[in-house]
């Protein structure tokens, strides 16, 4: 039993080192704590809610986000704003509709059901408008990229000048956190760059934590349902297995055997 | 099958029975007598059922939201994440649940090795269970292919490659396996079709897999062959059930970890991002689970050669009844293969660290030598062992051992069974 116990333990080891190896280049991201990790971690609302505003006013004009709907802002888990604000927040953006009853497309404000609009018609167009680079859809980014959070949030504080000897094409800027450090995206953060509704300071930091967490949740809407069930679904199953272990000690004590 | 006849109480089940006998295989599936001295890890073969029906039943309910084609995968996929209900909960089941049922199955694989289960009478239910493990290999690949990621799609590309490694014909087969001139709509639409083939195909086989096994009945710890029903023996209900049952909800609990609080961590990263046939992603790695097999086809330098090398490297263990030649099935009386038994757990290990690593340099040496040692065990040591190794002397009936509180040697009645001289 024990040495059952040893081994599996061993074995999950194993298998979760290996898989960390796999997340390539090492190296030491920024830390900062995120509210949404471990057995109870919920999402911070006010950076939901901040980082939205960061999204929209700087990230979504060259970022496309074409899994989220308006209605997920107002949904239990998420940034939580009200219905009357999700509803101003889609209505506040154009959205094309039709063929209308002459064939004709046409646009509306936009609706709880719509999704979030895209910044370019298609790909080429954005490829065409940022140097030939694809601004990567912002969805499920955080899952698609070996760091996680702790890289996308690394990343967007990472912009320093080239160290002596690195030559930059046009249009190409060098990032600390970046596969490669070159990256085709340039420093977007600023201090001061947005006013936050909620009256909290704007930097460079505060920005960078609030707009990764709200990846976080655009990628795992459904994260804290996820570690509140887990958390239950955990608790149930530890206290079946010490009842089934009693039942077992007390039938395996008709024979004499030790289980 | 040991059974007495058995009848039915009610008139009813008498009737019935006497037309299909499934109360009497009922009767024989609870009586059927089982060694009392099996440790926890026999209880692998329970909690692998458990993850084929897992799987299964999860995967017909993703069946019925995920779209099998290439404009549509992917966008279908985050479908059942966001919008179907608990679909996060089923997908996340579904993706870690293979994981799970490779660990099982590699534990159930090592506790076959430990103590000799694949040896006479017994080479039927290896076999069958070997069959099992490529279908799963088979299964697993093809349901990775299906979120039609970067990884899906270029783990895809890079091993029907492989079969252009035949001479002659293997250009034209792997255009036939991709319906095309690349992996496309056609390729993913067949790996769906098998994906949810294949398992049936597996379920068919545990079901014979089982079968075989009740012939001759459970191996054991101590491994020598036993009366059945004897006082060595249990009925199956409720001793083993119970004891399977306790064994399954300590492996739900790992299972549970998994799924609700780091259900990404087995998968890769670059597998979120959408396929595209013209970025190809800087290291292909396969699932974990197919690591050691991945680094056993890098480690030879020729591309039909590594083929055959992996290839050989699964049949092998199909012919391993003949290749061991030991009477002796358990480990625990054999004192040289017990040490050449956990260099090969360390070398299979070793394998899959290096198989996650890029094939260069001094991981591409390790990954060279210790594919070398895996043939090695398997051609050489393990024949040659049979007919060399001192063994220790086996007890008469398990009774012994365990009356004794002792796992291995109780003394008293033993007879002198080793092979020496």
Same mark, same amino acid.
């Given at each position: 039993?024990?040495?059952?116990?040893?081994?599996?333990?061993?074995?999950?080891? /194993?298998?979760?080192?290996?898989?960390?190896?796999?997340?390539?280049?090492? /190296?030491?991201?920024?830390?900062?704590?995120?509210?949404?990790?471990?057995?109870?971690?919920?999402?911070?609302?006010?950076?939901? !809610?901040?980082?939205?505003?960061?999204?929209?006013?700087?990230?979504?004009?060259?970022?496309?986000?074409?899994?989220?709907?308006?209605?997920?802002?107002?949904?239990? @888990?998420?940034?939580?704003?009200?219905?009357? !604000?999700?509803?101003?927040?889609?209505?506040?953006?154009?959205?094309?509709?039709?063929?209308?009853?002459?064939?004709?497309?046409?646009? =509306?404000?936009?609706?709880?059901?719509?999704?979030?609009?895209?910044?370019?018609?298609?790909?080429?167009?954005?490829?065409?408008?940022?140097?030939?680079?694809?601004?990567?859809?912002?969805?499920?980014?955080?899952?698609? =990229?070996?760091?996680?959070?702790?890289?996308?949030?690394?990343?967007? !504080?990472?912009?320093?000048?080239?160290?002596?000897?690195?030559?930059?094409?046009?249009?190409?800027?060098?990032?600390?956190?970046?596969?490669?450090?070159?990256?085709?995206?340039?420093?977007?953060?600023?201090? @001061?760059?947005?006013?936050?509704?909620?009256?909290?300071?704007?930097?460079?930091?505060?920005?960078?934590?609030?707009?990764?967490?709200?990846?976080?949740?655009?990628?795992?809407?459904?994260?804290?349902?996820?570690?509140?069930?887990?958390?239950?679904?955990?608790?149930?199953?530890?206290?079946?297995?010490?009842?089934?272990?009693?039942?077992?000690? =007390?039938?395996?004590? =008709?024979?004499?055997?030790?289980? | *099958?040991?059974?007495?006849?058995?009848? #039915?109480?009610?008139?009813?089940?008498?009737?019935?029975?006497?037309? $299909?006998?499934?109360?009497?295989?009922?009767?024989?599936?609870?009586?059927?007598?089982?060694?009392?001295?099996?440790?926890?890890?026999?209880?692998?073969?329970?909690?692998?059922?458990?993850?084929?029906?897992?799987?299964?039943?999860?995967?017909?309910?993703?069946?019925?939201?995920?779209?099998?084609?290439?404009?549509?995968?992917?966008?279908?996929?985050?479908?059942? *994440?966001?919008?179907?209900?608990?679909?996060?909960?089923?997908?996340?089941?579904?993706?870690?649940?293979?994981?799970?049922?490779?660990?099982?199955?590699?534990?159930?694989?090592?506790?076959?090795?430990?103590?000799?289960?694949?040896?006479?009478?017994?080479?039927?239910?290896?076999?069958?269970?070997?069959?099992?493990? $490529?279908?799963?290999?088979?299964?697993?690949?093809?349901?990775?292919?299906?979120?039609?990621?970067?990884?899906?799609?270029?783990?895809?590309?890079?091993?029907?490659?492989?079969?252009?490694?035949?001479?002659?014909?293997?250009?034209?087969? &792997?255009?036939?396996?991709?319906?095309?001139?690349?992996?496309?709509?056609?390729? $993913?639409?067949?790996?769906?079709?098998?994906?949810?083939?294949?398992?049936?195909?597996?379920?068919?086989?545990?079901?014979?897999?089982?079968?075989? $096994?009740? &012939?001759?009945?459970?191996?054991?710890?101590?491994?020598?062959?036993?009366?059945?029903?004897?006082?060595?023996?249990?009925?199956?209900?409720?001793?083993?059930?119970?004891?399977?049952?306790?064994?399954?909800?300590?492996?739900?609990?790992?299972?549970?970890?998994?799924?609700?609080?780091? #259900?990404?961590?087995?998968?890769?990263?670059?597998?979120?991002?959408?396929?595209?046939?013209?970025?190809?992603?800087? +290291?292909?790695?396969?699932?974990?689970?197919? %690591?050691?097999?991945?680094?056993?086809?890098?480690? &030879?330098?020729?591309?039909? %050669?590594?083929?055959?090398? *992996?290839?050989?490297?699964?049949?092998?263990?199909?012919?391993?009844?003949?290749?061991?030649?030991?009477?002796?099935?358990?480990?625990?009386?054999?004192?040289?293969?017990?040490?050449?038994?956990?260099?090969? &757990?360390?070398?299979?290990?070793?394998?899959?660290?290096?198989?996650?690593?890029?094939?260069?340099?001094?991981?591409?040496?390790?990954?060279?030598?210790?594919?070398?040692?895996?043939?090695?065990?398997?051609?050489?040591?393990?024949?040659?062992?049979?007919?060399?190794?001192?063994?220790?002397?086996?007890?008469?009936?398990?009774?012994?051992?365990?009356?004794?509180?002792?796992?291995?040697?109780?003394?008293?009645?033993?007879?002198?069974?080793?092979? +020496?001289?």
């Amino acid at each position: 039993m024990k040495n059952f116990f040893r081994i599996l333990i061993i074995l999950t080891i /194993v298998i979760g080192s290996q898989t960390n190896t796999n997340a390539a280049e090492k /190296v030491e991201y920024l830390k900062t704590d995120w509210s949404f990790k471990g057995l109870f971690g919920k999402f911070d609302r006010g950076a939901l !809610q901040r980082g939205y505003q960061v999204y929209t006013e700087v990230c979504s004009s060259c970022h496309s986000m074409k899994y989220l709907s308006y209605r997920n802002l107002a949904e239990k @888990g998420g940034p939580e704003f009200t219905e009357a !604000q999700a509803k101003a927040i889609a209505a506040s953006f154009e959205v094309i509709d039709g063929p209308n009853a002459d064939g004709e497309m046409f646009t =509306r404000p936009g609706k709880l059901s719509d999704k979030f609009v895209m910044p370019y018609e298609n790909v080429k167009a954005a490829q065409a408008a940022n140097g030939g680079a694809y601004p990567p859809d912002m969805s499920v980014l955080v899952k698609a =990229r070996g760091g996680g959070v702790d890289y996308i949030y690394s990343l967007l !504080q990472g912009y320093e000048d080239p160290p002596a000897g690195i030559v930059l094409d046009e249009g190409v800027y060098y990032n600390k956190y970046m596969y490669g450090n070159k990256i085709k995206m340039a420093n977007q953060l600023s201090n @001061g760059l947005v006013e936050y509704a909620d009256g909290t300071n704007s930097t460079v930091e505060q920005m960078s934590k609030d707009v990764t967490t709200f990846l976080m949740w655009a990628a795992e809407p459904h994260l804290e349902s996820r570690h509140q069930m887990g958390f239950k679904a955990i608790l149930y199953l530890i206290i079946l297995t010490i009842l089934v272990y009693f039942s077992m000690k =007390r039938i395996w004590s =008709r024979i004499e055997t030790e289980v | *099958m040991s059974d007495q006849e058995y009848t #039915p109480k009610s008139r009813v089940g008498k009737w019935f029975n006497d037309r $299909l006998p499934l109360l009497t295989l009922a009767n024989h599936l609870t009586d059927y007598p089982t060694p009392k001295n099996l440790n926890y890890w026999w209880t692998f073969g329970g909690i692998l059922t458990f993850c084929l029906i897992t799987q299964i039943v999860t995967g017909l309910v993703l069946a019925m939201h995920y779209i099998a084609h290439a404009d549509m995968a992917f966008d279908s996929v985050e479908h059942i *994440m966001r919008d179907v209900n608990y679909g996060w909960l089923i997908r996340y089941i579904h993706a870690n649940g293979a994981s799970m049922f490779f660990l099982a199955v590699y534990i159930h694989i090592f506790r076959s090795l430990f103590y000799g289960s694949y040896k006479a009478p017994r080479e039927v239910i290896w076999i069958i269970g070997i069959i099992i493990y $490529l279908l799963m290999m088979a299964a697993a690949f093809m349901g990775y292919v299906l979120p039609w990621g970067q990884m899906s799609f270029w783990g895809a590309t890079v091993i029907t490659n492989l079969f252009s490694a035949i001479p002659l014909v293997g250009e034209g087969i &792997v255009t036939w396996l991709w319906g095309g001139y690349s992996v496309d709509n056609p390729t $993913l639409t067949r790996f769906f079709t098998l994906h949810y083939l294949i398992p049936f195909l597996i379920l068919g086989l545990v079901v014979l897999h089982i079968w075989a $096994l009740h &012939v001759p009945g459970n191996n054991n710890p101590v491994g020598i062959d036993i009366k059945k029903p004897s006082k060595d023996t249990v009925p199956f209900h409720p001793y083993i059930v119970i004891k399977d049952g306790f064994a399954l909800l300590m492996f739900m609990i790992v299972f549970a970890f998994f799924v609700f609080y780091t #259900p990404n961590i087995l998968g890769h990263a670059d597998n979120y991002i959408e396929a595209d046939p013209l970025v190809t992603p800087a +290291h292909i790695v396969p699932e974990w689970y197919l %690591l050691p097999f991945y680094a056993i086809l890098r480690s &030879v330098p020729d591309k039909l %050669l590594g083929v055959v090398a *992996m290839l050989s490297a699964i049949f092998i263990l199909a012919a391993l009844p003949w290749l061991d030649t030991s009477k002796i099935r358990s480990a625990v009386f054999r004192p040289l293969y017990r040490q050449f038994y956990w260099i090969l &757990v360390a070398d299979v290990l070793i394998l899959g660290y290096v198989g996650a690593m890029p094939a260069e340099g001094l991981y591409l040496l390790i990954a060279r030598v210790a594919t070398a040692y895996y043939f090695l065990h398997f051609l050489v040591i393990l024949p040659v062992l049979g007919y060399k190794e001192k063994t220790l002397p086996i007890p008469l009936s398990i009774t012994e051992p365990v009356l004794g509180g002792s796992p291995s040697l109780a003394p008293a009645k033993m007879k002198e069974r080793s092979k +020496h001289k």
